[in-house]
């Protein structure tokens, strides 16, 4: 399925905290949380649509300061998970922090969750580090960086 991107408004408030209910109470942002993401000069907050389809389908959040961008939340809409949305969402993420001239992407993600592990390794993100029970007893947080591509000066001299 071939979702169109684009730039999330706060008229996409609503929708992106309905995401969230697919989430456990515990690991869901705040419709506060989600007010300053989309308010915030540093963040690149993207969702993703599909013709024919209703609401948001996914978004990503991404937090761009000096050479680093913090990959912050990834949502896909539970239905729409295994299709490819949140690929794309990634990819426009990261195409968001070469925009930016970012040097690299980071983003943390449970230890168990491994459909991410693998959407973020087919990316090329590699682990740099483990936070112990980061999201409670026994649930660590992996920390992951990509190292993103940088402009080919002689390419802006030709």
Do not use: K
Not at 42 to 54: D, I, K, L, T, Y
Not at 114 to 143: K, P
Request: glycine residues 8%; contains cysteine.
């Amino acid at each position: 399925m071939r979702a169109s991107l684009r730039f999330a408004t706060p008229d996409d408030l609503d929708a992106i905290v309905a995401l969230e209910e697919a989430f456990p109470v515990r690991e869901r942002w705040s419709r506060d949380a989600w007010f300053h993401e989309l308010e915030a000069d540093n963040r690149w907050v993207q969702v993703a649509e599909c013709p024919g389809a209703s609401g948001i389908l996914g978004v990503i959040t991404v937090q761009i300061i000096g050479g680093v961008a913090d990959l912050n939340r990834i949502i896909v809409a539970p239905e729409m998970r295994g299709h490819g949305v949140g690929a794309e969402l990634l990819r426009a993420g990261i195409e968001d922090a070469n925009s930016a001239e970012a040097d690299e992407m980071l983003l943390e993600v449970r230890h168990d969750n491994r459909a991410a592990h693998a959407l973020y390794a087919r990316a090329g993100f590699t682990e740099i580090a483990r936070r112990t029970d980061y999201y409670g007893t026994g649930v660590d947080a992996v920390v992951l960086r990509l190292e993103l591509a940088e402009e080919d000066d002689d390419d802006e001299n030709q």
